[in-house]
């Protein structure tokens, strides 16, 4: 029996501005992401990806097109009408960890539970149970200026998974730490999706980090231009080649 996509995107469409000045950044995208899967996305600066992770987020509509995410349908809905897919549908993971300085680790995943309903009870055990899962549960009393960089993005891991979603987005997440604390977050990544089953879709701009997921989608011109890791693979390295010479950006 084939498994049933957790995300599926379908002919979705976005642009910005008017007349002569528009610009359509994305053109028609299709992709679906399965249960436990790591998908990295990669395209030169000014693809659209952040605005194809901000359309899946709920926080932007599309002009055309439709997305399907567990029991949500949307993709034109504004985003004042998918406060409850923010809550229970996608967890977010930025480059900037978005801590509170004065709260600990597990009162600022509490606090996010509690922002969407949960009861505070539940809400610090929720956040408990989160931390344990991504291995700092003995850090749980720490404040952010008492954790290392790797140990914050842990932390703004378990918010995003405290809620029991079934996709993460990943926007860039490494992008503050060194190349050590970038591998143990990946393998973390690979853990909660072979454990949990959570799906994650992650942009990066590291080709190295991308190869290391299940699957890497390369957007470019409006459009997903591959989908298999040695294909995309390739013309990821075109891309950056083509940057590096002042070519496409």
């Known amino acids: ?47 659209g990806k952040s605005t194809l992770l901000n359309i899946i987020g709920g926080l932007l509509e599309a002009d055309s097109g439709s997305i399907s995410l567990a029991e949500f349908n949307y993709g034109m809905a504004h985003p004042k009408k998918l406060v409850d897919l923010r809550r229970r549908g996608v967890g977010w993971i930025f480059q900037d ?77 490494t992008g503050n730490l060194d190349i050590k604390s970038g591998e143990e977050l990946l393998q973390l990544f690979h853990e909660l999706c072979e454990k949990e089953g959570i799906s ?18 390369l957007l470019r011109d409006g459009k997903v231009a591959a989908s298999d ?3 995309a693979w390739g013309k990821a390295v075109d891309i950056d080649q083509k940057e590096s010479a002042g070519g496409e950006t």
């Open 1 to 47: 029996m084939p498994v049933s996509s957790v995300l599926r995107v379908s002919n979705l469409n976005r642009g910005f501005g008017s007349g002569v000045t528009r610009l359509e950044v994305l053109q028609g995208i299709d992709m679906e992401i399965q249960p436990g899967e790591l998908v990295a996305l990669m395209g030169p600066s000014g693809c």
């Open 97 to 173: 960890f978005h801590l509170l300085d004065h709260l600990s680790a597990k009162d600022n995943v509490a606090l996010a539970l509690e922002l969407s309903g949960v009861p505070s009870d539940e809400a610090e055990a929720g956040a408990q149970s989160a931390l344990d899962k991504v291995g700092l549960g003995d850090r749980s009393t720490h404040k952010p200026d008492e954790l290392s960089g790797g140990q914050r993005q842990r932390v703004a891991i378990a918010r995003a998974i405290a809620g029991s979603r079934p996709l993460l987005l990943a926007d860039e997440p």
């Open 200 to 217: 994650i879709l992650m942009v990066t701009h590291d080709p190295n980090l991308a190869a290391k997921a299940n699957r890497m989608l």
């Open 229 to 231: 890791i040695k294909e």
